[in-house]
T-cell receptor, first 116, second 116 residues
Framework: AQKITQTQPGMFVQEKEAVTLDCTYD???????LFWYKQPSSGEMIFLIY??????QNATEGRYSLNFQKARKSANLVISASQLGDSAMYFC?????????????FGAGTRLFVKA | GAVVSQHPSRVICKSGTSVKIECRSL??????MFWYRQFPKKSLMLMAT?????????EQGVEKDKFLINHASLTLSTLTVTSAHPEDSSFYIC????????????FGPGTRLTVT
């Protein structure tokens, strides 16, 4: 069965510093996608970054990068130069095309607090 | 980018009544829509997967008769909470997959349901 694990309920980071949010996953699928979403207090789910299981290079999107280690089944999110507006809940998610028919499952989330 | 809307954004209803939440894909055709439920400070829990023109597939533990899902067209899915009770109070989020882009998933802004 597919599973996403986020072991950090909360993280603090100083403004302008980098922070890594951990995510490990478990799946029997060979083809799958890994995602990170940001959820501010408004509740809206904001897509941040995507990594395909066959992508050899780590995905990057502006200040966001995904440290993909397939053998270890980890997909950590790195936020560089943190900003106060980065304070939010962050969810790691996974979807596979075969098992579960395109369902996306989410980790428990990590709440990030950026300090001024 | 693709937009998914939800209506209403907030709803308060009395115990025993039914409430309908609409989810629309505004500029794309959504072959599949998903309904999630999120409790405060918790992760998104998938309730059901809805494919256009067919019956929804519910996750284990989700009451089909309480949470009625209809996906009548490629741009509209509805979730009806029947005979609502205070424990049904939650944040409900829909999301949709753009036809042809299996890994693109777009989320609605969510609906906060309060049952008094």
């Amino acid at each position: 069965a597919q599973k996403i694990t986020q072991t950090q309920p909360g993280m603090f980071v100083q403004e302008k510093e980098a922070v890594t949010l951990d995510c490990t996953y478990d799946t029997s699928d060979q083809s799958y996608g890994l995602f990170w979403y940001k959820q501010p207090s408004s509740g809206e789910m904001i897509f941040l970054i995507y990594q395909g299981s066959y992508d050899e290079q780590n995905a990057t999107e502006g200040r966001y990068s995904l440290n993909f280690q397939k053998a270890r089944k980890s997909a950590n999110l790195v936020i560089s130069a943190s900003q106060l507006g980065d304070s939010a809940m962050y969810f790691c998610a996974m979807r596979g095309p075969y098992t579960g028919g395109f369902k996306t499952i989410f980790g428990a989330g990590t709440r990030l607090f950026v300090k001024a | 980018g693709a937009v998914v809307s939800q209506h209403p954004s907030r709803v308060i209803c009395k115990s025993g009544t039914s409430v309908k939440i609409e989810c629309r894909s505004l500029d794309f055709q959504a072959t599949t829509m998903f309904w999630y439920r999120q409790f405060p400070k918790k992760s998104l829990m998938l309730m059901a997967t809805s494919n256009e023109g067919s019956k929804a597939t519910y996750e284990q533990g989700v009451e089909k008769d309480k949470f009625l899902i209809n996906h009548a067209s490629l741009t509209l899915s509805t979730l009806t909470v029947t005979s609502a009770h205070p424990e049904d109070s939650s944040f409900y989020i829909c999301s949709a997959i753009d036809r042809g882009y299996a890994y693109e998933q777009y989320f609605g802004p969510g609906t906060r349901l309060t049952v008094t």
